[in-house]
């Protein structure tokens, strides 16, 4: 197994995957409608971008 140079000089100083029983747990997640506006701006801008080289080709 190979180790990694960060991790070996780090040491034991990485945060554990061990859940703390004390803290509550995040369930569920919710995006926010400006996550979801953004996200779906992004994709459309995208999509012209690729419709509109594909046209000039």
Not at 2 to 9: L, V
Not at 37 to 51: A, D, L
């Amino acid at each position: 197994m190979n180790i990694d140079p960060i991790e070996a000089e780090l040491g034991e100083g990485l945060p554990s995957n061990v859940i703390d029983d004390n803290e509550p747990n995040i369930v569920n997640i919710h995006p926010s409608n400006t996550w979801d506006t953004w996200r779906i701006k992004i994709v459309m801008s995208g999509f012209s971008q690729s419709s509109a080289s594909s046209q000039n080709t």
